[in-house]
């Protein structure tokens, strides 16, 4: 069993930053990738970014590239997702999401992770 807590959401300007942290816990030798996805109020979950757990390969959705950066700290049990010039469209509760079987690789679709935060709220508003 895999245990995951984010945290660092918050409200922030349109074109402003904010990093959300992921600690991850439990069986984390099972872990292949940790995946980031948010949803909007009245939308259906949206990947954003996909990390191996080893650090190294990352996946993005075309919506971020550019502006948002996943990251492991493994000696913490850490992941982050470093988000940068934020649009008021991006308000949406942002989850992290373990996958520990790495069938067909690296992806962002939701049914390849099967444990999941609690979310954070991130606010994108002038």
């Known amino acids: 069993q895999v245990q995951l807590v984010e945290s660092g959401g918050g409200s922030v300007q349109p074109g402003g930053s904010l990093r959300l942290s992921c600690v991850v816990s439990g069986f984390t030798i099972n872990v292949y990738a940790i995946g980031w996805f948010r949803q909007a109020p009245g939308k259906g979950r949206e990947g954003v970014s996909a990390?191996?757990?080893?650090?190294?390969?990352?996946v993005y959705a075309d919506s971020v590239k550019g502006r948002f950066t996943a990251s492991v700290d493994n000696a913490k049990n850490m992941v982050y997702l470093q988000m940068d010039s934020l649009k008021p469209e991006e308000t949406a509760v942002y989850y992290c999401?373990?996958?520990?079987?790495?069938?067909?690789?690296?992806?962002?679709?939701?049914?390849?992770?099967?444990?999941w935060g609690q979310g954070t709220q991130v606010t994108v508003s002038s």
């Open positions: 999401a373990a996958d520990t079987e790495g069938l067909r690789g690296l992806g962002l679709r939701s049914d390849k992770y099967s444990s």
């Open positions: 990390i191996m757990h080893s650090g190294g390969r990352t």
